[in-house]
């Protein structure tokens, strides 16, 4: 997918006269911190809105805001050096950047965001960028802007409260401006939406943690229920944040929602991403859109006991290789996707409810068996409660791989690590809580060192955090892998004050609270005896 790579910004000319809220939100300039203040100004003009319905609105804009800066960059440029070209979509093609024509740039709209007609003019503007650019935005972008329910007056204010992203100077700074805001708008659309949001939006901690463990430096990366791809942008994050390149990693995934579809296109062309994301709305189950590939690294956080998944096609699948999944629960499903999916050599993160670890119900107690026996499960890591939007269900890490005898890795067939981080996080809210970068790191680097790997240090079992059992310890507490069962107890710290001492110590205060006690119990008998004194007379 094209990604723009704008030297300077374009938006430069006056722009209409802001309202109250939009001058209020001149203030959100490219600072750590800001995209809070962008998404509460942007949430006062939704109004009546629902926020499964606004987040399409303000996410759209935002997108067409990206591309248009992208375009409106090189269109200058070439403006300057030869006026013919630039409007040539070739021109921009080889920079891959998205053609946009004149009536859909953003300095259009911005000039006619106080006009009544305003919706229309930016579902013309999205029409328009699809025609111009059909191999990567046909049928992903919103074009419901000129709808009644929809106050061209609030459209006005968010074109300017979006005009006024501060860009930087340059076109990483751009692209990451931006792609901080749209990040940041999906989350806070999810925590508004509740359940609903959590089909689309894996918390980003979750993600941070899954991807430090992976590190997908280079390779394919694949998802098979990709919600708006957050675990792509994390992947590419962490390839740049280690000195590679974007386009070090393939990117694969597959939807079947297709409005998450959408999200997750537009969250990666936001971010300069290129990807193959596949939709149908039967799933990767019944439709497997890319059955044939196989991939180094797969992270996916898949629906939570997914009931209705079974259909009689998929009787002699041949991704059952541990055992027939039970039609009542898609967990065990999931799991076998991804191993068939995965190269000899790859890794795969899943999360999963925590009644993946331990349920016997049906054949996944035999599946969970087999797949210890197989030697795949590489690692377990119990999750803290409340970290996700749509679901108070504790949830877990499970860590595959086809091998775990690797170059560079410690050889650890026959041993699997345990990780017990559920004291671990944040709470951030009254009803939420996040994994801190030092959570996240404490884990990673917990799972490095397990594996031997170069500069991560000496592994050790710290318990109540972590243990590195073998096959046959697992087997004795019957192929359960929850941690809990392993880590066993935090050591308490030493009391180097005697016994003897502490007994005394206790017994004059009891004595104490007993005295003070009976003390209490007369002044109330007393205070009784005065009422009922009153009273009778």
């Known amino acids: 997918m094209p990604r723009g790579r704008p030297r300077k910004n374009p938006d430069a000319a006056p722009a209409p006269k802001k309202t109250t809220k939009a001058r209020k939100a001149k203030a959100a300039t490219a600072t750590l911190g800001f995209e ?6 942007a949430d006062k003009l939704r109004k009546n809105l629902e926020p499964s319905d606004y987040k399409h609105v303000a996410l759209g804009l935002i ?3 990206y591309i248009s800066t992208a375009f409106e960059a090189r269109h200058a440029e070439l403006m300057l050096d030869d006026p013919a070209a630039a409007e040539d979509p070739d021109e921009y093609l080889a920079e891959n ?23 229309k003019l930016i579902d013309e503007a999205m029409l328009a960028i699809e025609k111009a650019n059909p191999e990567q935005l046909k049928g992903v972008l919103p074009k419901d802007y000129g709808r009644p329910a929809l106050d061209s007056v609030m459209l006005g204010e968010l074109i300017d409260l979006i005009s006024d992203i501060g860009m930087g100077d340059t076109d990483d700074k751009a692209r990451d401006v931006l792609g901080r805001v749209y990040e940041y708008f999906l989350g806070g659309f999810a925590g508004a939406e509740g359940k609903r949001g959590g089909e689309f939006y894996t918390p980003s901690s979750v993600v941070r943690t899954l991807v430090s463990m992976l590190e997908p430096y280079k390779g394919r990366v694949y998802d098979p229920c990709c919600g708006s791809g957050g675990m792509f942008v994390q992947s590419e994050r962490f390839v740049e944040t280690h000195g590679g390149k974007l386009g070090d990693i393939a990117i694969y995934g597959q939807e079947s929602n297709h409005t998450t579809w959408r999200l997750a296109r537009m969250n990666l062309a936001v971010r300069g991403i290129g990807a193959d994301i596949r ?18 690294y797969i992270l996916a956080n898949p629906p939570f006991n997914v009931s209705d998944w079974w259909n009689a096609s998929l ?14 629960n898609a967990n065990y499903a999931w799991l076998q996707h991804i191993l068939w999916h995965l190269a000899p050599d790859g890794t795969a993160g899943v999360v999963l409810a925590n009644g993946s670890m331990s349920s016997n119900q049906n054949s996944e107690g035999d599946i969970r068996r087999r797949m210890v026996e197989a030697d795949i499960v590489d690692c377990m890591v119990a999750l803290p409660g409340q970290l996700f939007y749509s679901t108070q269900i504790p949830a877990c890490l499970w860590f595959l791989t086809r091998t775990k005898k690797q170059k560079g890795w410690r050889d650890r067939r026959g041993e699997m690590l345990f990780i017990d981080a559920r004291k671990l996080g944040k709470l951030v809210d009254r009803t939420r809580r996040e994994l801190t970068d030092e959570d996240v790191a404490r884990i990673a680097n917990t799972y490095h060192a397990w594996r031997g790997e170069k500069g991560a240090g000496t592994y050790e079992d710290s318990p109540g955090f972590c243990k590195s059992a073998t096959l046959d310890e697992v087997e004795q507490h019957g ?20 016994f003897t001492e502490r007994f005394a110590a206790l017994e004059k205060t009891l004595k104490e609270q007993f005295a003070q006690g009976e003390e209490l119990n007369a002044k109330i008998t007393a205070s009784l005896k005065l009422i009922v004194q009153k009273e009778s007379v």
């Open 36 to 41: 809070q203040q962008m998404f509460l100004a």
């Open 479 to 498: 192929f359960v892998l929850t941690p809990g069962r392993y880590v066993g107890a935090e050591e308490a710290e030493e009391d180097s004050v005697p």
């Open 315 to 328: 009787e002699e699948d041949p991704r059952w290789q541990y055992g027939k999944p039970p039609a009542g």
């Open 63 to 65: 997108f067409l805001r």
């Open 279 to 296: 939709w149908n709305n039967e799933g990767s189950f019944l439709r497997d859109e890319l059955k044939d590939l196989r991939f180094d």
């Open 97 to 119: 950047i998205f053609w946009v024509p004149e009536t859909a740039r953003w300095s259009h709209l911005r000039d006619n965001a106080r006009s009544s007609g305003i919706g």
